[in-house]
């Protein structure tokens, strides 16, 4: 069974701060990596999607790597701001077969709690 | 367009009635997931549909219900709910093993 693990599971940090979270899981035969931010009682927003063959993927301010081997996701908030406060989530997905279609199936760590003070 | 819209965002039902959720997706994925989640917790799987058709159920309780009548529309009709179930349900969506969209949720309160 996949089990998803993010530290720390909360942190709180000055604005301008650079800073990583991380994200392991047990079981390396996953078909890709996703990040997710959520801010409070909403929905959750795709940010960054590493395949499984990708090493990394950048968008903005925002870096995130893989290594599948070991079990490991980073993310790397560059210039953190106060708007960067959310619950940020890790989630790999495997794919599974049923009744001759497949779908990807997503395990989500617990969350880090990330708040950034101006 | 990479938007999944759930309605109502809002819901607050008796523990007689009978409601449903409702999300809606035009990106062409065939693959729509329910998902509920609890204060602080990450999100559970509850129902997965691939092309129309249920392919899993994660041991949801019947009072639980959902059909999925075209590749856009995905329902989750609730009947004889129970206060634990209250609850933010969130819909997603993707094509087979890219990236998952998720809506915007509906929060759930059983009184």
């Known amino acids: 069974k996949q089990e998803v693990t993010q530290i720390p599971a909360a942190l709180s940090v000055p604005e301008g701060e650079n800073l990583v979270l991380n994200c392991s899981f047990t079981?390396?035969?996953?078909?890709?990596l996703q990040w997710f931010r959520q801010d409070p009682g909403k929905g959750l927003t795709s940010l960054l999607l590493i395949q499984s063959s990708q090493r990394e993927q950048t968008s903005g301010r925002l870096n995130a790597s893989l290594d599948k081997s070991s079990g490991r996701s980073t993310l790397y908030i560059a210039a953190s701001q106060p708007g960067d406060s959310a619950t940020y989530l890790c989630a790999v997905t495997r794919l599974h077969f049923a009744g001759g279609t497949s779908y990807g199936k997503l395990t989500f760590g617990q969350g880090t709690i990330l708040t950034v003070h101006p | 367009d990479t938007e999944v819209t759930q309605t109502p965002k809002h819901l607050v039902m008796g523990m007689t009635n009978k409601k449903s959720l409702k999300c809606e997706q035009h990106?062409?994925?065939?693959?729509m997931y329910w998902y509920k989640q609890k204060a602080k917790k990450p999100p559970e799987l509850m129902f997965v549909?691939?092309?129309?058709?249920?392919?899993i159920n994660e041991s949801v309780p019947s009072r639980f219900s959902p059909e999925c009548p075209n590749s856009s529309l995905l329902n989750l009709h609730l009947h004889a709910l129970q206060p634990e179930d209250s609850a933010l349900y969130l819909c997603a969506s993707r094509r087979v093993g890219a990236e998952a969209f998720f809506g915007q949720g509906t929060r759930l309160t059983v009184v």
């Open positions: 549909y691939s092309y129309e058709k249920l392919s």
């Open positions: 990106m062409g994925h065939r693959a």
């Open positions: 079981d390396s035969a996953i078909y890709n």
